[in-house]
């Protein structure tokens, strides 16, 4: 990767450099810390370029105001040929215009750094662990799976493109009662494969299709062997080859989204381990956990409820409404418990956590949250750790509910899905809304060729560039950057909105929020197929203008960077930049 800076970076850097300037003239305290200077676009346009809170945050330090700071700043800084103008805003905010130079320069920065451009050094030394999906391993994934399988793999790409180490985790729940169930289910498939009629598949058990296959192969291999045999004989062998069929499934459902995990933690094997025990008592070293009675829940009354003493985590010293058991009254883990252990397994090699839940599990966050916190605390440093909550998704046709899945038995593959529409279509439409939005997912319009898609809206700018570049190089004009100093505010208007994308990937990691990166790039295609449209009334206005090849190739130039930002975006996502349509 090129060292040359982008252009918010490179500004941080001179105003940094003032500031050592006015620290070295004495008008600033030698030492002053800058941790909270904030070099970035004003939230009003029309204020200028960028804006800084130098003289703000390091007025009280200096003993002045921050206005009086604010012009010795200013006398630096316009002196700087790339700064058209410093102005001082409010009570000390300091406003610059660049100059067109600047943005020009920014153009070639996009050129030289390519792919790179918007990579970040932002995490570098932080390892992050996001665990995403971690669906229960009964059956094929369903479009309820879908929203947060992307979400958690757009924030995986964002994360490492801004620096950070990140460790993608699924964690496999086969240590519950559902796995049982899985294993009666698929012992019903086995018989029937055997050539037993099963008849109406009873109820509590799985009723999809998806698990002939399982028991056709278990036939196949075991033949009658447990045909007739008791459940105690054939329960954990059937747990675990079923388990292990149906993590098979997911993992090829998952494949077809682009989303392979690095780390398959199974929760059967943490218990084996012992790692909840382990966890029990290293928290009891710090007064944690301990032997405690629960209220009676609400509603019950002292005839049909009997208090138990249980190992008790104490949730509510971090802020939850009761302390919550790690054990069952037959000596069982509780979820709750596993999960704890879990988390300090997770802990043991992250600087921070993030874990992608539905929003059903709302009601867990509190509770785990403490417990990490309670890592935290014993351990002596704090563990980042952030629960991102992603609400379903409703499925229409044409507005109309869809019908669910005969494969599945009760709900809508996410196969079936990505089959008809394609997994570029699919992610694209996970992440234009903030995860803890609603959202509709109607198969006519996520495919329709309009500006109120905006899968479509995006791809179509970089097809549009792509079949631009081809029709000039078909008439000998080439993307060059010798004349860009012809390219006028309207093109440069598309430059500074480009130039965001840097920037916009550092806030979106540290806010946790991929789809930020949708949002900018719907911006983007709007401000190049505006600038394009220009084109069809006048055309001086186009891309390629007839007898000016420098122009041209100025414009092909420009066409060919904003292209490269829309692609580098894109491949956060997860989303193919197409090179036609």
Known sequence: MSERK???????????AVLAAL???????????RANVAVEPPRDPSHGDLATNAAMVLAKHAATNPRALAEKVVAHLERDPDIESAEIAGPGFINLRLSDAAWRDELAAIAELGADYGRSALGTGTRVNIEYVSANPTGPMHMGHCRGAVVGDALAALLEF???????EYYVNDAGGQVDVLARSAHLRYREALGEDIGAIPEGLYPGEYLKPVGQAL???LRDKYRDAPESEWLPEFRARAVAAMMELIKADLALLGIHHDVFASEAEL??????????????????????????????????????????????????????????SDGNWTYFGADLAYHMQKAEGADALIDIWGADHAGTVKRIKAAVAALSEGEGKPIPFDVKLVQMVQLLRGGEPVKMSKRSGTFVTLADVVQEVGRDVVRFTMLTRKPEAQMEFDFAKVVEASKDNPVFYVQYAHARISSTLRKGAAEGVTPSDAAIARLGAEELALVKQAAQFPRMVEAAAQAREPHRVAFFLYDLAA??????????DTPAKRFIVAQDAELSGARLFLAAQIGQVVRNGLALLGVEAVEEM
């Open 6 to 16: 982008t252009l918010h970076a490179a500004f941080a850097a001179k105003v940094d």
């Open 23 to 33: 620290e070295a003239e004495g008008a600033l305290p030698a030492g002053s810390s």
């Open 162 to 168: 801004a620096g950070h180490e990140v460790v993608r």
């Open 219 to 221: 036939a196949a291999e």
């Open 271 to 328: 218990q084996r381990a012992g790692k909840p025990a382990q966890a029990e008592g290293w928290l009891r070293q710090y007064d944690l956990v301990y032997d405690g009675i629960l209220e009676a829940p609400k509603g019950k009354t002292p005839e049909d409820w009997e208090p138990v003493e249980l190992p008790l985590f104490r949730s509510t010293r971090f802020g939850d409404d009761q302390d919550r058991p790690i054990r069952k």
């Open 527 to 536: 401000a190049f197929h505006a600038y394009w449209n220009l084109g069809n």
